[in-house]
Each structure stands twice: as C-alpha cells, then as structure tokens.
C-alpha cells in the first residue's frame, strides 16, 4: 500500500516535470543557434573543469581503467560538442528546395524545428557517453530533455544529476534516476521524441510505449556484430585490431566484435596472433592480465553469473578453450578467452555475448561464412579483414548491417560525419553529429504561396489545368 502511494507521488512529480518541460519547448521552439551555441559551450566547459569527477564517477561503478574512460566517455562527448557548435548555424539554416513547374512563383523549403520535450534513457556500459552524446543532439536541436539513466551505474548517474543542475536550469534538462518502474512511468508519458539505448528486448517494450502516443523514437540497440576474415588478411595487424575492440571495456561494448568467421586453414594461426596480441596489450605487468591497469570488469554478478553461464554451456556442448577462461567472482573478473569448435547450438553463438568471450567459426568457403551473416539478425556493425577491397565491395553490398567496416572494428563511433545506428534487430534511427540533430528535428516542409494565385491551383476544379500539365 506505501508502495503504491510512493510511486503514484513519483508519477505525479514526473507528470509535473513533464508539464513545466511542454512550456520550455514552446519557449526553446525559436531559440537561435547562438542561444544553443552557449548552452553547448556550458557544457563543454563543465567536462573540461570536471574531468576528474566524471573519471572518479566512472571508475567507482565498475573499476573501468581511467585512460579508457578519457578515451570512451569523455573524448567522444567534447567531439560531439565542437562538432555540432561548429555546424550547427548551417544544419538550422531552411534547406532550399527545387520548384516543379506547378509551383513556379512560390517558394519553398525544409525548416528544421525541434521535436519537443523529449526523453533519453541510457544503458550503463558507457553511462556517461550514452546520456550526454545524446543530449549535445537534443540541445542542438532546442528541445528540453528528460534524462533517464540506468540503475546499474549510480555513481555515474549522480554526478549526471550534479552536472545538469549546475549547467542548465531545471526546465530545460532534468536527470531522473531509477530503474525500470520508473523508466515505464516516464514511457507512459506523451514526448515528442524517445531516444533509447539499450538492449533489443528492451527496444520493443520502448517502442510499445511510444506507439501508444504514436511518439518518434531512435532506438539504439545490440546484437552480434560478426567479424569475416578472408583468406588474404593480414593476421597480425587483423588480430591486434580485434584485441583492442573486443576486451575495451572488458567486452560490454554494443559493436564489440562479437564471433569471427575464418577460413578453416587460418585459424590456428589466428588464434597464435591474438594470444599475442592479448599478453601484448594486457599482460606485460607482473600481475597478469588480471593486473593490468586497462582491462575493466564486469559490471555486477549478475551479468557476470550470465557470462559464465554462456562459457559453462559451450564448455559442455564441447567447446574448446583456445586462450583464457579463468575467472575471479569477488572482483567480477573475467579473462579475456579464446573458443574454438564452437556450434550454433550453444548460447555463446545464440545470444550478444556482451562480455570478454571471443568464439571462432571456421568456415569452408566464403558464400557459405556470407550467408551465415546474412541469416542472423542484421547486425550493428560487420567487420570484414581483407586485403582485397573489390572483394569487400561485393560482400558489403551482399549483406546488410547497421555499419560496414573494412579492416578495423569500432573507431566508426568516433567518425561525426557518418551516422550512428543499426538496422532492424540492431536499430532503428541514426544519432552522431547531423543525424543526431535531424533526429531530434522536425524536418517541417514550408511552402509560401502568392496572393492572388487561385487561377493556376492544380486542386481547384473543373481539373483541366493539371490534365494540361501532364
Ligand atoms: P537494457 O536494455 O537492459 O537497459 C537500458 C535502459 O533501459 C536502462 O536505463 C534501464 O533502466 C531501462 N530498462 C530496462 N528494462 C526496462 C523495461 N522493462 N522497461 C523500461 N525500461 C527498461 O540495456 P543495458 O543492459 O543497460 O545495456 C546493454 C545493451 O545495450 C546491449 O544489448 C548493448 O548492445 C546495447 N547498447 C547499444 C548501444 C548502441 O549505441 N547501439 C550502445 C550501448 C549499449
């Protein structure tokens, strides 16, 4: 009963925020880009006097290494923020449209117009980077914001809290914390747009909810990001790459490399490479990879009970431990590990493994390693290791993916000229620099008539006018 009571107060306060937010947005509506410059230059001053704060905060939830966050929380937000300060005045300027011959003598154009009050909920894998990447969008595009981050990473989320209140006024961008009752209250309301990161199941109940008030959303999701190897790649330098982006934030990253696809041959050699790769890049201390000062953990027992779970059953269904499978429960710590004679019965196969677990699949020819991509859930990234970039034409045009790489995996996130996003499964929507902004922007289409011209209106009958123009 005080449960109840409890939450429908929280609801009412929620219900408020969200009243005083409808305001903001029709005063933010004609906000100029100078206006939203400051507001953007506020927040890049902010990171820049705090970095130690967000460090601290960062590291406190999962023991994520401090030069890894400097690298993937914070770097991609302050280039987020001189990118869009930098382009915003021509993104907002009306884009001049062509005047088919119908419409000779009157003007038109696309005016980009915020959305409105819109909502950002954040996963916990890059707390940080996923709230305010986000936002830098949402305030280019002059809507107020409801920030819903996730309950896994309080102590990011709390300096989130601190650092909107001491940028922006409270109508304007508003941290609620919580978990999923309270991220389903704030779905039940009526917002211009929902931008989601998070997981595919969780995607659908986001895009449930916002169905209900037929609301936008961008949905940034997950998935199995497959990495091909052709025969011709250059292993050591294809190895080195996986390593960096596979064990970066001890493998909770959505566009890890999830499974290698390699020909049959290659494979030992593969795995001979990444081993070295792995004691290169994390083992050299005295301590061992468990040791090192750049491998993160895993973000709470119960994700790493999961991930064992996955290694438990492919070790029963008969895979093959290649490199790795040691694991220390007091610190979640789980080492970077290598699977051979993996099958697609087991659930390392099955589901996103989301953790330091890397299984190779061999293949025999390469029509039949495409067409293994091609029967999964279209994923968020594909990754493709070759010296032969007609080769990777051809497989990129025969597959679909919501980024396409050719020899690297991951540094797209950092490329704000290219869209952001997935594909079906792995997305909906894009986010990043213009295509953040347009997705908070409503692309409005704007035509001025003359006064006067009822006599050449294709829509007024007797239609003999548009039968002549056709
Ligand atoms: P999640 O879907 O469990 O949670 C994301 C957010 O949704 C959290 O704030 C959580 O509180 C909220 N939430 C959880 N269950 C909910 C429910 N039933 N109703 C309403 N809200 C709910 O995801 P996660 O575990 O935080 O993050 C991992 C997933 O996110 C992985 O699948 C990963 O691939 C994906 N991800 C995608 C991207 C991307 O940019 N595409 C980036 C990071 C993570």
Redesign the pocket.
């Known amino acids: 009963m005080q449960q109840t009571q409890e939450l429908e107060l929280i609801d009412s306060r929620l219900e408020d925020i969200f009243l005083i937010q409808k305001q903001q947005a029709i005063k933010l509506r004609n906000s100029t880009a100078s206006q939203r410059i400051a507001l953007l230059k506020r927040l890049l001053e902010w990171i820049n006097k705090n970095q130690e704060d967000i460090r601290k905060a960062v590291h406190a939830d999962y023991q994520k290494p401090y030069p890894e966050i400097d690298v993937t929380e914070i770097f991609p937000v302050l280039i987020e923020i001189n990118h869009a300060i930098k382009h915003l005045e021509h993104w907002m300027k009306p884009k001049k449209v062509g005047t088919p011959l119908i419409f000779l003598g009157t003007k038109a154009y696309v005016q980009y117009e915020p959305k409105g009050v819109s909502l950002i909920?954040?996963?916990?894998?890059?707390a940080f980077n996923?709230a305010v990447g986000p936002l830098v969008s949402a305030v280019a595009a002059g809507c107020p914001v409801i920030i819903?981050?996730?309950?896994?990473t309080p102590h990011t989320s709390a300096l989130l809290r601190r650092m909107m209140a001491e940028i922006f006024d409270t109508h304007t961008v508003e941290v609620i914390e919580g978990?999923?009752e309270i991220?389903?209250m704030l779905?039940s309301k009526p917002f211009d747009h929902i931008f989601?990161?998070?997981?595919?199941?969780?995607?659908k109940?986001?895009m449930k909810a916002a169905a209900e008030h037929l609301t936008s959303v961008t949905l940034?999701?997950?998935?199995k990001s497959p990495v091909l190897i052709l025969d011709d790649a250059d292993l050591k330098d294809t190895a080195d790459k996986i390593t960096a982006t596979k064990f970066l934030n001890c493998g909770q990253?959505?566009?890890a490399p999830d499974y290698i696809l390699i020909p049959e041959r290659l494979k030992d050699a593969f795995v001979e490479e990444m081993k070295k790769s792995i004691e290169k890049m994390y083992g050299s201390n005295k301590n061992g990879i468990e040791g090192s000062k750049d491998y993160s953990r895993i973000v709470n027992e119960s994700h790493f009970k999961r991930i064992q779970h996955i290694l438990s059953d492919a070790n029963l269904k008969g895979a093959k431990i290649e490199f790795g499978g040691n694991s220390n429960g007091q610190e979640n710590y789980i080492e970077p590990t290598i699977l051979s004679h993996v099958t697609w019965e087991m659930k390392v196969l099955q589901e996103?493994i989301?953790g330091p677990i890397l299984p190779v699949v061999t293949y025999d020819n390469l029509d039949g390693a495409i067409m293994i991509v091609n029967q999964q859930p279209k994923p968020?990234a594909f990754y493709v290791f070759s010296k032969n970039y007609k080769k990777i034409n051809a497989i990129f045009n025969e597959t679909s993916s919501g980024a396409a790489l050719a020899n690297d995996c991951a540094v797209h996130f950092l490329h704000r000229e290219l869209p952001?996003?997935?594909v079906n499964n792995?997305?909906l929507g894009k986010?990043h620099g213009h295509f953040g902004f347009l997705a908070f922007s409503n692309e409005k289409a704007v035509l001025k008539q003359r006064v006067g011209s009822a006599a050449v209106n294709p829509l007024f009958p007797p239609f003999t006018l548009v039968k002549k123009k056709l």
């Open positions: 909920i954040a996963p916990w894998n890059y996923l819903k981050p996730s309950e896994m978990g999923v991220s389903q779905l989601f990161t998070g997981s595919p199941a969780v995607g109940i986001v940034e999701l997950g998935g990253t959505c566009i996103e989301f968020l952001f996003g997935g792995s997305g986010s």
